[in-house]
């Protein structure tokens, strides 16, 4: 079986994560954001829409 991953890394992107998200979910199993500080809402958007 294989697994598809998408690493996205991500920085004040709350405006579009959301989106870019929900677009890749159907070509992927598995979704790692990698927020490196954002000082938005960025990492909170993510955890939201991405399962653990």
């Known amino acids: 079986m294989?697994?598809?991953i998408a690493a996205?890394?991500?920085y004040n992107e709350s405006e579009s994560i959301a989106n870019v998200?929900?677009?890749c979910r159907?070509?992927?199993d598995k979704i790692v954001v990698?927020?490196?500080?954002?000082?938005?809402n960025t990492?909170?958007?993510a955890?939201?829409?991405v399962p653990t």
């Open 2 to 4: 294989t697994l598809t």
């Open 21 to 23: 998200i929900l677009g």
């Open 8 to 10: 996205m890394p991500a």
């Open 34 to 40: 990698v927020d490196d500080g954002s000082l938005d």
């Open 26 to 28: 159907k070509y992927v």
């Open 47 to 49: 955890e939201t829409l």
């Open 43 to 45: 990492a909170e958007l």
